[in-house]
Nanobody
Framework: QVQLVESGGGSVQAGGSLRLSCAAS????????MGWFRQAPGKGRHFVAA????????YYADSVKGRFTISRDNAKNTVYLQMNSLKPEDTAVYYC???????????????????WGQGTQVTVSS
């Protein structure tokens, strides 16, 4: 089992920044692909960003490219999502996810992930 705990959410004005963290614990969590997804009220869960276990591969949703950066520190079993130039449409609950085997473009598919955190709310006001 892998346990994931997100933190760093909050309220910010448009144009501001937040950094989300996801602390992982459990079996060999540093070898897992990690992803961030978000879900706005009344909408489905959508891909935001993902990073391979080595950090060598990253994927981003088109809507966040150039504004968000995903990174990981395997020594701390933590993945980060730096969010800059935030927009009201970024408002959502952000979820961290982990999976041992997902690779390539499948990293953008939420159904490929076995482990999920509880989510952290991000609210961006105009």
């Amino acid at each position: 089992q892998v346990q994931l705990v997100e933190s760093g959410g909050g309220s910010v004005q448009a144009g501001g920044s937040l950094r989300l963290s996801c602390a992982a614990s459990g079996r060999t969590s540093s070898s897992f692909t990690m992803g961030w997804f978000r879900q706005a009220p009344g909408k489905g869960r959508h891909f935001v960003a993902a990073i391979s276990w080595s950090g060598g591969s990253t994927y981003y949703a088109d809507s966040v490219k150039g504004r968000f950066t995903i990174s990981r520190d395997n020594a701390k079993n933590t993945v980060y999502l730096q969010m800059n130039s935030l927009k009201p449409e970024d408002t959502a609950v952000y979820y961290c996810a982990a999976d041992r085997v997902v690779t390539g473009s499948e990293m953008m598919n939420p159904y490929e992930y076995d482990y999920w955190g509880q989510g952290t709310q991000v609210t961006v006001s105009s």
